[in-house]
C-alpha cells in the first residue's frame, strides 16, 4: 500500500487549506479508515480527521468546525479541507491508514500558512 498526499504548500490566512491523498495497492472502500495527521513544528502528531471505508466521518474536537474529509472512490483519493487558516496551521501533513493504529503513510508534505 502507497499513499501519496498533493496539494499547494503556502495558503494564505483566511483561506481553505485543501489536501488530497492519492491511494495505490488498496482500495479506500474495502476496508481501515483513511487518515490525515499533522505535525506543527516542534510539537508532537495530531490527529486531524479520517474517512472510514463506509463513508463515515469523523474530525478531532478541536478542530471539527473547521475540518471536512471526503473521498473520490473512482480515483481511490481523499481529500482534507481546513477552512479559515492560520499561521498557527503550519504543520507537515501526512495521510495514514488506520483505525486506532496506522501503519502505512505518506511522505507528508510542508503546508504553511502565510501571507
Known amino acids: 500500500v502507497q499513499l501519496q498526499e498533493s496539494g499547494p504548500g503556502l495558503v494564505k490566512p483566511s483561506q481553505t487549506l485543501s489536501l488530497t491523498c492519492t491511494v495505490s495497492?488498496?482500495?479506500?472502500?474495502?476496508?481501515?479508515?483513511w487518515n490525515w495527521i499533522r505535525q506543527p513544528p516542534g510539537k508532537g502528531l495530531e490527529w486531524i480527521g479520517a474517512i472510514h471505508y463506509s463513508g463515515s466521518t469523523y474530525a478531532s474536537p478541536s478542530l471539527k468546525s473547521r475540518t471536512s474529509v471526503s473521498r473520490d472512490s473512482s480515483n481511490n483519493q481523499f481529500t482534507l479541507q481546513l477552512s479559515s487558516v492560520t499561521p498557527e496551521d503550519t504543520a507537515v501533513c501526512s495521510c495514514?491508514?488506520?483505525?486506532?493504529?496506522?501503519?502505512?503513510w505518506g511522505q507528508g508534505t510542508q503546508v504553511t500558512v502565510t501571507s
Open positions: 495514514a491508514r488506520g483505525v486506532a493504529s496506522t501503519d502505512y
Open positions: 495497492g488498496g482500495s479506500i472502500t474495502t476496508n481501515y479508515a
